[in-house]
């Protein structure tokens, strides 16, 4: 794996030229006096070396004469690795990772500025670790102080996390086989949860069988807190208490997926939990769906990032204008976000090592960017009719029998060469595969 995080290291050092860029590992997360949470890796730290330790600290210095990636870990310390696990250390680190040269992280101020001193900018993202922000400030104002002597050193500091947005965007084929494992797994546990749902069932087992089979296959876990939602609590969008018993006539809304090697699964099915859809339920299921299939239809390479919320937003409102909940013309309510009534939210994301993935969605001019080979993004319409919704000032009353139904539809696409590919297809999602 290491010739992929060199090559990835490369592009940014191609991109910063005389500059240097620095990049921290996520901290070491303590809640309540000792006790800890699993470690999660900071995404770009992890892009770029595939280190997966707290306490660290990569440098790329394109211009050093020796030393173009240099690493700050932790040593090894018997004591410590008893109790909070073993320790890559610096000797193997320096092996194992491919770096010019590897320092005790507590050497950090020393060896640093030899990496900042002849670069013409910083680049270092200025995040949680304030204790590094602060040390990293320090360095850089020192020698902004000295540059008359000496006639170089870094004039500017630029946030290191705008380098890697357009290169996390577009996935490679190594990530693409990471995402397209973690969807496998996740489309596994949705089509055992539309099985095993049923009425009398609470929303906390459907939770654990799901991600039951996340560790059984080898994932880490849930990408984010999953979401199963049955009734009334499918127009919560991010519910996450799972505690109601189902009920016979409740749809349940299911927005789960998997964590594998830090790539992330995202998707979303909504099916009726004794089997067969209300009146009601099914329409608003069959325009959810074409609103959903449209926008699927205009992720296409070259095709600005928008059209495919904007597809999605038109279904959507003229349906629901068709349904009688909003009154108006078409275009209009999009225009006055009259359709965020019931669809409040965006209709996707970029999806990759963080479930809402890296990718700068606008230029300067503030039109959209286009879709590129490569990207992956999820498309996830929907419609939400709260059970308490008061219509706004020249909107229709609205039946009751519309009132406590969510309905939400999510899948995972590939932008292609030739268009795109869904990549959660093995998920069903037809009006008679949910009520199957």
Known sequence: MLPLYSQRRQRVMELIGQGTAVFASAPTVVMHHDVEHPFRQDSNFYYLTGFNEPEAVAVLAPH?????????????????????????????????????????????DEHLPQYLEKADRLYYHFGHNQTL????????????ATYHKRGTGPVAIEDATLLMQHLRRVKDPEELALLRRAIAISAKAHNYAREIARPGRYEYEIQAE???????????????????????????????????????????LIDAGCAY?????????????????????????????????????AVQPGAPFNEFHDAATRTLTEGMV?????????????????????????????????????????NPDKTWKPFEVGNVVTVEPGIYISPTYEPVEGQPQIDDRWRGLGIRIEDDVLVTETGHEVLTAAVPKSLEAMAG
């Not at 092996?95 to 992280?105: L, M, N, T």
């Not at 849930?222 to 189902?246: D, F, K, T, W």
């Open 322 to 362: 068709e349904l009688g909940l909003l009154k108006g013309n078409v275009d209009t309510l999009i225009e006055e976000k009259k359709h965020k009534a019931f669809f409040m939210h965006g209709t996707g994301h970029f999806l990759g090592l963080d479930v809402h993935d890296a990718g700068i969605l606008r």
């Open 133 to 144: 922000n602060t040390a990293i400030l320090k360095h850089w104002q020192k020698l902004l």
């Open 261 to 297: 090697d830090y790539y992330n699964a995202d998707i979303t099915r909504t099916f009726p939990v004794g089997g067969k859809f209300t009146e009601e339920q099914r329409i608003l299921y069959e325009l959810v769906l074409a609103a959903q299939e449209r926008a699927i239809a």
């Open 64 to 108: 050093h004469e020796e030393h173009r990636f240099v690493l700050f870990v932790r040593p090894k310390d018997q004591e410590k690795e008893t109790w909070s696990g073993y320790r890559v250390g610096v000797e193997q680190a320096k092996e194992q990772y491919g770096a010019d040269a590897v320092y005790p992280i507590a050497e950090l």
């Open 210 to 252: 799901m991600e039951h089979i996340f560790r059984l296959e080898g994932a880490q876990g849930p990408a984010y807190p999953s979401i199963v939602a049955s009734g009334v609590n499918a127009c919560i969008l991010h519910y996450i208490e799972n505690n109601r018993r189902m009920e016979e006539g409740d749809l349940l």
